[in-house]
């Protein structure tokens, strides 16, 4: 069963989830939740205004606020409430359009219901009108969208996934030392974007979401590929926490690798949360981001202690190292701590879609040779940019690895490389448990 009531399938929709919903005393309205008692026409104002924005879930047979002593869930008619809802959205939308309906009886026999309505957006005509305006929704309630964000909705198209926003990241840096040369072997950076809800709008990070976070990234598998990537070059490792510039809308949460050799950090992981600055009203949307940073240094510690030979990166460790970094950034518990923080449901932390990796020096060179054979004249690669393919649920282990070889195998192929396919196969076969 999904934790999730915005992606639970119709028969997981029971009442008792929906009042457990409610009887959370922070469940409030959010960007993507709306409580209503009843029909009215502001309801479906709020179905246009999520269709206009990230879509959402209102539960119609339930107060919108908590009181003390009093039922919050109290159910509805509900087929006489769908056909009101109906009837309104295609009198007052232009276009007519219709959310999905659900219907969630109470476990009694007073015939009462609550009415789940679902509003896909990408489902939704863009923009969709309720008396000649675009509404939109920002921060739990309805605004309307002004002429800018009225041009940009009519641009826009149906997109696959919950959230329809960029999912780009900006490529990382490499650093420079005082005499211009870089510092890192290769900084490999993903992300996402997310949309705000009311309360992570406006709070400051509190110093228990931070901790939070930081504590279900180091119980993810993370931190040991990034151990295993730094292949015995370390003393000892210090886990994520909050490390050089955090602010009350800013996060930096960073594992390190430490040695005693010149090279004091062969292998860090940074990750950054920057929540939007908010001054007074605002007519667009806001948007969060989270950035994940790899930064590599073993090459170089390998050099600052004179190895015999040049340190060369093995194919299955960076393979351990990316399915790792995606298996963290979507699992359950990031996932709940990521949308604790922005006020939003789990169902709209998107997937990361994008890899950037940069190096200091050809990838051909930092990949050790063995199963690999250069091709001649195919020109030079230090990195590039890695997209995710959109139909891979990357939840799912499999799909998950799939993707993390087709990243290796654009990586080869890039480089001017033949033979990752083979030597990423013959892994694949290694590591996986017989039947």
């Given at each position: 069963?999904?934790?999730s009531?915005?992606a ?14 409610a ?10 939740l709306?409580?209503k ?5 502001s ?6 205004a999520m269709?206009n924005?990230?879509g959402g ?11 003390p ?7 509805v008619?509900?087929q006489?409430t769908?056909d ?20 969630v009886?109470?476990?009694?026999d007073?015939?009462r219901?609550?009415v789940v ?6 489902a939704a005509?863009r923009?969709?009108?309720?008396d000649l305006?675009a509404?939109i ?5 309805n605004s ?7 041009l940009?909705l009519?641009r826009?198209?149906p ?19 005082s ?6 072997d290769?900084?490999?950076?993903t ?7 009311e309360a ?5 990070l ?5 901790s ?13 590929t990034l151990r ?14 909050p ?6 809308r800013t ?7 430490i040695?005693?050799?010149?090279v ?5 992981a ?8 908010v001054y007074g ?13 790899v930064?590599?240094r073993v090459?170089?510690?390998?050099d600052?202690?004179?190895?015999a ?7 299955p460790?960076?393979?351990?190292l990316?399915?790792?970094?995606l ?11 990521i949308?604790?923080?922005t ?6 932390v998107s ?5 950037h990796l940069?190096?200091d020096?050809q ?5 050790h040779?063995i ?15 890695f997209?995710?393919n959109?139909?891979?649920?990357l939840?799912?282990a ?21 033979g990752?396919?083979r030597?990423?196969e013959s ?6 448990p017989?039947a």
């Amino acid at each position: 069963m999904t934790n999730s009531l915005f992606a639970a399938s119709a028969a997981d929709l029971t009442i008792e989830r929906i009042r457990a919903l409610a009887a959370r005393p922070d469940q409030l309205e959010s960007l993507t939740l709306e409580f209503k008692r009843e029909y009215s026409l502001s309801l479906v104002k709020t179905i246009a205004a999520m269709a206009n924005t990230y879509g959402g879930m209102i539960l119609v047979g339930v107060n919108d606020r908590a009181e003390p002593g009093a039922e919050r869930v109290v159910g509805v008619d509900a087929q006489q409430t769908i056909d009101k809802i109906a009837s309104t959205c295609s009198e007052k939308l232009d276009p007519p359009w219709e959310p999905t309906f659900f219907t969630v009886p109470f476990d009694d026999d007073s015939g009462r219901s609550v009415v789940v309505i679902r509003v896909d957006p990408n489902a939704a005509p863009r923009p969709l009108l309720i008396d000649l305006k675009a509404p939109i929704r920002l921060s739990g309630q309805n605004s309307t969208a002004d002429r800018d964000r009225l041009l940009k909705l009519a641009r826009e198209e149906p997109s696959a996934g919950v959230l329809p926003m960029g999912q780009h990241v900006m490529a990382p840096r490499l650093n420079q030392d005082s005499e211009g040369l870089a510092t890192e072997d290769f900084i490999l950076r993903t992300g996402i974007n997310l949309p705000m809800g009311e309360a992570g709008a406006w709070r400051p990070l509190s110093e228990r979401s931070v901790s939070a976070l930081a504590q279900a990234l180091n119980d993810s598998v993370f931190p040991s590929t990034l151990r295993t990537l730094a292949d015995g070059t370390f003393d000892r490792s210090e886990s994520f926490r909050p490390l050089g510039h955090n602010r009350s809308r800013t996060a930096r949460l960073v594992f390190q690798t430490i040695s005693r050799a010149p090279v004091t950090n062969p292998v860090e992981a940074v990750v950054t949360v920057n929540l939007p600055e908010v001054y007074g009203p605002t007519s667009t949307a806001l948007t969060a981001t989270i950035v994940i940073d790899v930064i590599v240094r073993v090459r170089r510690f390998a050099d600052s202690i004179e190895a015999a030979e040049a340190y060369r990166y093995s194919v299955p460790n960076l393979a351990d190292l990316l399915e790792g970094l995606l298996q963290a950034v979507v699992g359950p518990k990031v996932v709940t701590e990521i949308a604790r923080i922005t006020d939003i449901d789990t169902a709209l932390v998107s997937q990361p879609r994008e890899l950037h990796l940069v190096a200091d020096r050809q990838v051909k060179d930092l990949l050790h040779p063995i199963g690999l054979q250069e091709i001649p004249d195919a020109g030079a690669s230090s990195g590039g940019i890695f997209r995710a393919n959109p139909a891979l649920d990357l939840r799912i282990a499999a799909e998950r690895q799939e993707q993390v070889d087709d990243w290796l195998r654009q990586l080869g192929l890039d480089a001017g490389l033949t033979g990752m396919e083979r030597l990423v196969e013959s892994y694949r076969v290694a590591t996986t448990p017989p039947a």
